[in-house]
């Protein structure tokens, strides 16, 4: 029998790995991987609460959550293809990316 | 009773006969710490977990070696029928009709070097296809082969979608090896089998919707078992009620498995192996191997969601009280999967190779929409069916017919007919290519050429021969056996064969010339007895000969020539040197038409630098150069001669007619006065 | 007698987190988008661990089958060379990392010191049970009767997501 708190304590840890990741990388692409890392710990949390007595809700959420997810990992990715085709680099140090 | 309860029989069964055994030896044995130890062993082993674990893995490893022999098999199968569409025989020589030729192959991989490249990702390059291959066989995890084959306690509740998210993993691993081969073609491979796979994953899960909906369940299990309606004495399998999704299914699961004629990816003649190119060895058999599992897993689904899975006749019988139904199930089971796996062999053998983009407009502009309109087909079938209300029939009507209208009207923007005049036949209206040209007749053409005897000569065994005849020679008083034509006819017209090279001995008259123009420099020269000793005979080396046929062409005396012969192997090299007796087996294919006459080169002198050594008219074959006395030469010919030099005793003179252009003259003069000349020229003298 | 529930747990746990690190640590960006589907096949293990199987083929479906092949080709069509390692970290911004590990240590030790912060509900999600919330069916039930709305909004919104990727990363015509 785990308790609910381990899950709650993984995603806790696995959302924050996923913010150090989005803070400190270079890479942009990397930088949208640890984004998916986030989400998966948010699906994981409503997971588990979901098995822990919160019915089938969780479920439904998390389902949506994955395709939204999903989509946005798309949309992300090509704007980062024309950002490659405009700049030549994804490096988000070398310039500043918003302007105006 | 199930697969599962059948296994922890047998695994019970054993391990109580060798606790019992291991009992009675420690029990003999008598020594208490090794009492309590034994004890305590078998509680563990004995234990609920334990007996589980075990049953487990005895499962697996019995399916595992049921998959293994069932692919030999498959593969077997495929080559043989593949051949066979072809007039070929398929592989025939290991093993009784071939049975043993993957076996052999098998071994053959095993024996090979297991190289990894220099500079790949090392990590990337050696695990991804270790869990290609391991999530390969894992589905068979959740592929039920007969009722209650269920590899755990009870069926797996999400059945398909399983099997369809280990499959899903396959792009990525695959992405993965391709990159890590350090190789721009792998790279490309493994991008356009990635990019083939994703595609198709999503008319494969469409089209099988429509069958999850008629089953009402995801478990394999349960959708066999709503395939279980007859009409009279016609099963009612989902193969009727959805054929638009089993043809989609069909399609999308050939071009998952990348068999052609969707195998760009691998494309054997542009790509060499796609992304499995730098693999090699056991590691390169094994992927092979995985292909062939993924192609029996999807032949597998194929039967479970469309051809009813494991029923048939025969099914309600019992032996000896013991229900036999599952038993009879396998083996229809497999016999369905064989039949489809048939037509998939026979889809192969039909239709080139579609190119990638082809493949992907195929894809996404053919194959989504179709899956999509069969969704709506069956769920407005089923609402009507029923009984939900004349609204809701007519609503999902509207939304299908709105749907076709816009996926079938609104595209982007294909390929151009070919012109006018093009891909017709004779007279007939012009037809766009489509079903029946590119599909059903290619179908239909293999299909006839099935029936057809097999063309193939079964080499050594069969050759072209017919029964011989013997020939006498009389210098060495040999016997010989000649071969006559072969079995099928020579046309008369061109009987200038490139086989092995045959002798005339009598005819022949040493010139030479065959050994100088050979250029390998294949032929030597031997005594032959009943010959002068300085007459040598050629002998010529097969292992160096390239049949070019140069000797026979300039052989003076056509004693030289080549036969039908190319049956020469031997297993020593030296048994190639076939020496001038051997030669003259040959002799009785000499064939009717010889090399047309070639232009003759004739000798000339350049006679002041002479020195009368006689060598030229002593090696000449044919005598066509006699030396007579300088002094009625120089008379005859009207040379004045330096007189400061010495005068040789006698100078050659030279009758062209006799001359057979050997060029011996020109070779064995020590002071290189003669050279062979243009055929314009009518040799003799030059001052 | 062993919980093999929670030795699951602890080891598809302890993967989940190395491999997250790793998608953050690693120099090649590949070897990144591997280790990313590892964590995801093991974020699926999880969910096997508590009931939700459908979820969990979902995941394995879309993240480790379609998201992860999705940035292997983002990351081809933006690498320089393939199969060049990056110096990615050369010039390391200090500033970024301290606050960012900062940030991480902080929420690591809330959730490991959460029974110090808040005992009761500690001690409530202590003691609740492990449940089966419900079968497919009834997923599938759920979301098409009571989230139909956002079922549909969700629909609507991967449409959009196909339309604007597909004219973001489309080559630009020359005009």
């Known amino acids: 029998m785990v308790p609910l708190i381990y899950y709650l304590m993984l995603s806790a840890i696995l959302f924050s790995i996923g913010a150090y990741g989005v803070l400190t990388r270079r890479n942009a692409i990397v930088v949208l991987m640890s984004l998916e890392i986030m989400m998966n710990a948010i699906n994981l949390n409503l997971i588990a609460f979901s098995a822990y007595g919160g019915g089938l809700s969780g479920q439904a959420f998390t389902l949506f959550l994955i395709s939204i997810a999903a989509g946005e990992v798309a949309v992300g990715l090509a704007i980062f293809l024309s950002l490659y085709r405009r700049r030549g680099t994804i490096d988000l140090r070398t310039s500043p990316v918003m302007r105006w | ?687 | 007698m062993i919980d093999f529930e929670l030795i699951s747990f602890i080891i598809i746990a302890s993967i989940m987190i190395i491999s997250a690190i790793m998608v953050l640590r690693s120099r090649e960006v590949v070897h990144s988008a591997m280790f990313l589907a590892l964590t995801f096949v093991m974020v699926g293990c999880t969910y096997i661990l508590l009931n939700a199987e459908y979820i969990a083929l979902v995941q394995i479906i879309i993240y480790a089958g379609a998201v992860t092949v999705l940035m292997l080709f983002a990351i081809m069509l933006t690498k320089r060379k393939i199969m060049d390692h990056h110096p990615d970290e050369k010039e390391v911004n200090t500033f970024f990392e301290l606050m960012a590990s900062c940030i991480l240590v902080f929420l690591i030790l809330i959730s490991i010191l959460a029974p110090v912060f808040c005992p009761e509900t500690y001690k409530e999600t202590f003691d609740r049970e492990l449940t089966s919330p419900g079968s497919t069916s009834d997923l599938g039930s759920l979301i098409v009767q009571e989230y139909m709305i956002p079922f549909i909004i969700v629909g609507i919104f991967l449409a959009v997501a196909i339309l604007g990727g597909v004219f973001l990363a489309r080559e630009k015509e020359e005009d």
């Open chain 2, 1 to 687: 009773m199930t697969f599962y309860e059948f296994i922890r029989g047998i695994i019970v069964a054993i391990l109580t006969w060798l606790g019992d055994g291991v009992t009675w030896i420690v029990l003999q044995i008598n020594w208490q710490p090794l009492t309590g130890f034994a004890g305590w062993v078998g509680g563990i082993i004995m234990s609920e977990p334990s007996i589980n674990l075990l049953t487990i893995l005895s499962g697996i490893i019995t399916v595992f070696l049921i998959i293994f022999i069932n692919l030999i098999m498959m593969m077997w199968f495929e080559l043989k029928l593949f051949a066979r569409f072809y007039h070929g025989r398929g592989p025939t020589e290991v093993g009784y009709a071939g049975l043993l030729q993957n076996i052999a192959h098998g071994i053959k991989l095993f024996m090979k070097e297991l190289i990894i490249p220099k500079k790949v990702d090392k990590w990337a390059y050696l695990i991804a296809p270790i869990i290609y291959i391991g999530t390969s066989f894992a589905v068979f995890v959740a592929i039920p082969w007969t009722e209650g084959f269920y590899l755990g306690r009870k069926d797996l509740a999400g059945g398909f979608l399983i099997v369809f998210a280990i499959f899903s993993m396959a792009p990525f691993l695959i992405f993965i090896s391709g990159w890590a081969s350090n190789n721009k073609f792998s790279l490309i491979g493994g991008i356009r089998s990635a990019t083939q796979m994703i595609s198709y994953e999503i008319p494969l899960l469409l089209s099988v919707v429509g069958v999850i909906l008629l089953a009402h369940s995801l478990s394999l299990t349960e959708i066999v078992g709503a395939q279980s309606q007859t009409l009279g004495i016609l099963p009612v399998w989902f193969l009727l009620l959805q054929p638009l999704g089993a043809l989609l299914f069909f399609t999308a699961a050939v071009a998952e498995l990348e068999r052609i004629p969707f195998d760009l990816p691998e494309a054997e003649a542009e790509l060499v192996e796609g992304w499995k190119t730098e693999y090699g060895g056991l590691r390169f058999g094994l992927i092979m191997f995985t292909e062939w599992a993924r192609a029996f897993a999807g032949c597998s689904l194929f039967v479970l969601l469309f051809l009813g899975g494991w029923q048939g006749p025969l099914m309600e019988t019992s032996l000896f009280g013991m229900d036999l139904g599952p038993i009879i199930g396998l083996v229809w089971f497999f016999i369905k999967v064989y039949i489809v796996f048939g037509v998939m062999v026979w889809v192969r053998a039909s239709f080139p190779r579609v190119r990638i983009d082809q493949l992907l407009r195929v894809c996404w502009n053919t194959l989504l929409p179709l899956g999509l309109i069969n969704i709506f087909l069956t769920v407005m079938v089923i609402t009507l069916l029923s009984g939900f209300g004349v609204t809701y029939a007519i609503g999902f009507a509207l939304g299908s017919f709105f749907l076709m209208v816009l996926l079938l009207f609104v595209r982007p923007e294909v390929e151009p007919l070919p012109p006018e005049g093009t891909l017709t036949s004779g007279g007939k209206k012009e037809r766009t290519p489509a079903l029946r040209t590119l599909v059903l007749k290619p179908l239909w053409v293999t299909m006839k050429h099935l029936f057809r005897r097999p063309a193939t000569l079964m080499y050594p065994y069969e050759t072209l021969k017919k029964p011989h005849t013997t020939a006498y020679y009389p210098v060495t008083k040999k016997i010989a056996r000649v071969y006559e034509d072969g079995v099928f006819g020579v046309p008369d017209i061109w009987r200038n064969y490139r086989g092995a090279i045959g002798l005339d001995v009598d005819a022949c008259i040493s010139c030479g010339l065959c050994g100088r123009i050979c250029p390998n420099r294949c032929i030597t020269y031997v005594e032959f007895p009943g010959r002068d000793k300085n007459k040598k005979v050629p002998r010529v080396d097969f292992g160096v000969c390239m049949f070019c046929g140069l000797c026979a062409e300039y052989c003076p005396k056509g004693c030289i020539f080549l036969t039908s012969e190319y049956d020469l192997s031997a297993f020593d090299r030296n048994d190639l040197i076939y020496g001038p007796e051997k030669l003259s087996m040959f002799r009785g294919l000499k064939p009717e038409t010889r090399f047309p006459e070639r232009a003759r080169e004739l000798p000339s002198w350049e006679i002041s630098k002479c020195i009368g050594c006689q060598l030229c008219s002593r090696r000449c074959p044919t005598g066509a150069i006699t030396m007579i006395d300088s002094a009625i030469y120089i008379e005859k010919y009207g040379i004045t001669w330096d007189e400061t030099k010495k005068r040789p005793k006698s100078l050659p003179e030279f009758t062209g007619d006799k001359c057979v252009s050997c060029g011996t003259c020109a070779e064995v003069c020590p002071r290189r006065v003669i050279t062979m000349d243009t055929p314009d020229s009518k040799g003799g003298i030059d001052k």
